[in-house]
Structures are given as C-alpha cells and as structure tokens.
C-alpha cells in the first residue's frame, strides 16, 4: 500500500481517533476518582457533622441558665445548757404558839401543849432536784433540735454543690452561666450553635469544605475500626469505595492490600459503619485513599 494512497489517509486518521478518544476515557476516569492528598486538614473539637466551623462549640445549654442560689445559713454552734442556780430549801419558820391569858384560878394541872409537825426536809429537797432535772433536760432535747436542723440546712448545701458539679456560691450565682451546647466543648466559643466536627482544635484557618469533608471521614474511620492485636500503625490498605451526594459509602473494597489480611478486613468493617452527612458539593464519585492507624500529627 502506498504512503499516499487514500487507504494510508484513512488508517492514520483511524489511529489518531483511537488515540484521542482512549485520552479522552482515560482523562473522564481519572476525573471521577479523587487523587489522595498528602495534606493534613485540621477539624474542631465537639460533637457533630459540623465540618465546616473554624471554631469549636462551647459546652452548655443554648441561652444559658440564670441561677439563683441563697447563702447557705452558718450553722450555729451548739449552746451549753443553761443550769439554774441551785435550789436551796428555806427552813419553814415555825409559828409562835399566841399567848393564852392565864386566868386567875387556883392553880391546877395544866394540860401538855400539842408539838408542832416538824417538816419533812427531806422530801422538799427531793421536789427541787426533780423540778431541776425537767427543766435541764428540756433545755437539752431543745438543744438537741437545734443542732437538727442545722445539720439538715448543712446536708442541703452539700447536695446542691453535688448536683452542681461542686461550684461554690459564688461561680453559681452568675447571671448567665453555662451558655453554649450540649456538644460542646470547654474553651469553645458561644458563636458556633450548630457543633464541632469531632477534631482536637479549638480553632483553625478556613480551609477547603470537601477535604475537610474526607479528613472527617478519615477520623470516623479511625474511631470505628477494631485493628486486630498487635498489628503495626505502619500497616496501610488502599481502600476505594463510593460515596454519594447524601454522604452514604458504598462498594467499599481493598484495591491494595496492607500485607494482613485481618487487618484488611477490620478496615473494611470500619467503612462499611461510617455514617456522613452529605457532601458539600452534592455530587457523588469514586474515591480511593490510603488508611492507616498512625496520627497525622505524629508523622
């Protein structure tokens, strides 16, 4: 066949179409698969799917709480009782028997006057230590309720610090404590309502909202997974799968082995668990990263 005869026109032109559209398929595949990124992506510290904040939550209740706390009373300190003065019995005067005129008469025997009764001392005395004992011990049971009711008001206070984390009065009686979420963290911002991202930061730079995305996805990985014992946070598995525009992983697969089969599995598992919100570009592709054991950080 000659060089310039309309077949060689027509083959070359063949292969160059061939060429064109085999770059044009290959250059759509690798559009669809994410390339890997060496790049560490910082998320804050709280609970949630919120990965796209730049500061973390605080911790407590929207709004804040308003409490309201009286002084605990001071207990009183307990009072001797008070002992009256000794009860001395007085001697009984003894009346004088009145003088009877002595008639003029002859004289004749007279009668033997009648003895005075002689008062029991004995029993006088009694009478006074009983009176004296009845009024000591009321004053004791008396005492007694007193220091009840102190201890009581003292157990109360006591509760309250347990039911308040054991802050004092002062740190309770702030006008507005507590504001934040219930996924927050402490040191967090009260700016941010909806969460955190499950990071370590308490802040961080804007950085991209889909590699944000992945390094979320990344970290819920590495919290589900159950590496078998005493492998190496060296080991890596290659690991594609397919996730959706609503965040949904699917088709996950090892495209390169970590050398351990065990290991190789428990990554599997950990990405079949992985729950996601959805993607913040709403589209749905194929990815492909490396997972391992190791903290970013420390490489």
Known sequence: MNANSPQAYFLSAF???????????LGYAASQTRPETTKVFELVAGAGDNYAATVAPAIGVPGGIKVTV???????????????????????????????????APPA????????????????????????????????????????????????????????GG???????SSKAGEGIAGGVVGGSTANKEGGAGGRALTRDDQDLLESYFAMLIARA?????PPPGVSDRLAARVQFYNSATGALSSVRIVRSSGNSDFDDSVLEAFRHIQMPPRPDHKGETVTLTFNLRDEDAQ
Do not use: C, D, G, W
């Not at 009321?138 to 201890?151: C, G, S």
């Not at 590495?222 to 159950?226: A, M, W």
């Open 15 to 25: 292969l160059h179409a061939v060429v064109v559209a085999l770059v044009l398929v």
């Open 70 to 104: 009286p002084e605990a009373p001071a207990a009183p300190a307990p009072e001797p009782p008070a002992v009256p003065p000794e009860a001395v019995p007085q001697s009984v005067p003894m009346t004088e028997a009145p003088s009877v005129p002595v008639a003029k």
């Open 109 to 164: 025997k007279a009668a033997p006057a009648k003895a005075e009764p002689v008062p029991n001392f004995a029993k006088v005395v009694q009478r006074t230590e009983n009176r004296k004992a009845a009024r000591i011990e009321a004053q004791y049971h008396k005492q007694l309720e007193k220091q009840a009711a102190a201890e009581k008001k003292r157990e109360s206070y006591e509760q309250y610090l347990k039911e308040n």
């Open 167 to 173: 802050r004092t009065l002062a740190s309770a009686k």
């Open 222 to 226: 590495k919290e589900s997974i159950v």
